[in-house]
């Protein structure tokens, strides 16, 4: 579940500002180290960039200053202050095209695979959403129906978390969690920040920086698989709506807003993103897992209410395009999934009935436990996608 917090602009000037030409950063955003894009110079070619470009990452527009597509570069603002720019060098075509630097492998890149085993070699970071325990009321991811067990994402996100680790490490996985407690990995707490949103700046900024952090320093994964469950409003949460609606739908990274792409840390991340090719990868595989989650859990597929923070992307009809840090951060293809409505009668009653072996009569249908269900739609994509690239 996610939820677009507004923080007010002048909430940037608590932060230090350095140098001549000031950054102009986003929350907690780290200054941006343009040099290091030197690395990607003649890796894509002029088609690839601009596709990637106008069709995934910018698909809201941008100032016309902030990226120039030219026929032999694109031209990057990197300071609007002191007029600086990066110049990409586009390669010829494919087969001229520099090895693009990366710290994951892509999945036709892997050593063979052993044992027939179609996820051996691979690295994959679990990344349960939120943090659930005693957070869950303060980060909003809690409601209580009547006197019956409170429902709280972040306890869900790693219950599925723990039931899809060994079932991964069976086909030849190296897991690793990115969050295995209900407790924040960041060590910062809500007294040592800001006090007025200082709740939102920990736990949604200060934990997803010290988890990316983990990620892109400590675990350097080939794919990071971000676990949700959605909900619709639910009003009180000592009182919520239960609802008929329930639904799917998988996120990759892109579809920058105008207003974010002027943050010049964000226009860094999103250009070293592109550069990385982590969409080449990720949105395949977000559609194969989403195919296999359709088809386990027999939901629709979500249809945001409008089109300002999203993109459709893909062919299954269940991946969405969208800007969300964890998506951002993390320097390596990531799927993030966001299946069931927690506040569906269907869901609730299912989440309430716990993990179980077997099936369940739930609503007047036999279910698995909605936890297995989850984990095991997910490996059966991640099966489906390494077996097919992988030639098993
Ligand atoms: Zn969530």
Redesign the pocket.
Known sequence: ??LRVVLLATCLSIFPITGKAANNLGILGARPKWSVLESYQETVTHDEFAHLIYDVYCTHGFAPDLIEVNTDTARILTNRESQNFFTLRFAKDDTSRNPVPRLWDPARSLPPAKGHKPLSGLRIALDP??LGGEWAKMEE?WFQVDSTQPVQ?GDLTLKVARLLAPRLRELGAKVFFVRNSNEPVTAKRPDDLVRWQSEILFYRYSEIRRRAALVNFKLHPDLVLCL??NAEGWGDPNNPTLTDINHLHLLVNGSYLQEELEFDDERFEMIRRLLSRAYDEELPLADTIAGTMARQTQLPPYQYPTTNSTTKVGTSGYVYARNLLATRLYRCPVVYCEPYVMNSKDGFARIQAGDYEGTRNINGLERKSIFREYAESVTDGLVEYYSKVRGL
């Open positions: 579940m996610i959403g939120h991811r994402e949700h469950f």
